[in-house]
C-alpha cells in the first residue's frame, strides 16, 4: 500500500535551516508529482511547494527563495531544504502525492517544524 513517511522536522532558531525527507513506498515515486503541505497552528492547510515528475518546482511566495524542493528517484525521497526559516513557518508539513486528477490523495504523518528563539 501507499505510504509516505516524513522526517526532519525539529524546533530552530529564526534564521536557521532544516531539511525535511518524505519516504515513498507503495506507488511508481517517480510518475507522480509530489507537493509539500503545511498546516500552522489554529490555522489552515496552506500550499508550500511542489514538483512535477520533470523536476519542475514551484512555491509559494512567501518561500520563493528561501525553501527548495526536490526529489530522488533512486531512493523514492522527497524533500525539502528550508532556510532563513522565520516565525510564521512554524507548522506540520505534510508530504502528499498528486494523482491524475490533481487530487492529494495520500499524505504522510507530518512533520513538526518549530521556528522560535
Known amino acids: 500500500q501507499v505510504q509516505l513517511v516524513e522526517s526532519g522536522g525539529g524546533l530552530v532558531q529564526p534564521g536557521g535551516s532544516l531539511r525535511l525527507s518524505c519516504e515513498a513506498s507503495?506507488?511508481?515515486?517517480?510518475?507522480?508529482?509530489m507537493t509539500w503541505v503545511r498546516q500552522a497552528p489554529g490555522k489552515g492547510l496552506e500550499w508550500v511547494s511542489h514538483?512535477?515528475?520533470?523536476?519542475?518546482?514551484l512555491y509559494t511566495d512567501s518561500v520563493k527563495g528561501r525553501f527548495t524542493i526536490s526529489r530522488d528517484n533512486a531512493k523514492n525521497t522527497l524533500f525539502l531544504q528550508m532556510t532563513n526559516l522565520k516565525h510564521e513557518d512554524t507548522a506540520v508539513y505534510y508530504c502528499?502525492?498528486?494523482?491524475?486528477?490533481?487530487?492529494?490523495?495520500?499524505w504522510g504523518q507530518g512533520t513538526q517544524v518549530t521556528v522560535s528563539v
Open positions: 514538483i512535477n515528475s520533470a523536476d519542475n518546482a
Open positions: 502528499t502525492r498528486v494523482n491524475d486528477g490533481w487530487c492529494y490523495d495520500f
Open positions: 507503495g506507488f511508481t515515486f517517480s510518475s507522480y508529482p
